[in-house]
């Protein structure tokens, strides 16, 4: 899965489980861009997929579980985090459509399984 990338530092989904056949990114990483040194480690709850989104210094990631975590960017502690009810997955393969969290003029917009949610 792509990166996401502010201030310095990557944050790449890493470590991977088998899921349904597929292999998925279960924990994101955010790497020093200079030197490629893991900064913080942000395991969630174990389902993390797709791409990380940075807003200001937030790094939003979804869940395969359902969950939305808002990570602080320079240290990775959680500082907000929702359950949606439903999954929050990644993009099936490089090949289907591309989705992924969005964000512009003050929301963030989230795809769920058969549903689409916003945050002001």
Known sequence: APAAFRGGLGFFPNGFSV??????????IARS?????????????GYLDGTPLVVNDTVYVGSGSGVLYGLAARTGRVRWRDRL????P????PWDMQTGLAAAEGTLVVPALRRVVAYR
């Open 90 to 93: 990644a993009s099936p393969a």
């Open 33 to 45: 861009v200079k030197n490629g040194r893991a900064k913080w480690r942000f395991r969630g709850d």
């Open 85 to 88: 009810g439903t999954p929050i």
């Open 19 to 28: 899921r349904n056949g597929l292999t998925l990114p279960h924990t994101l």
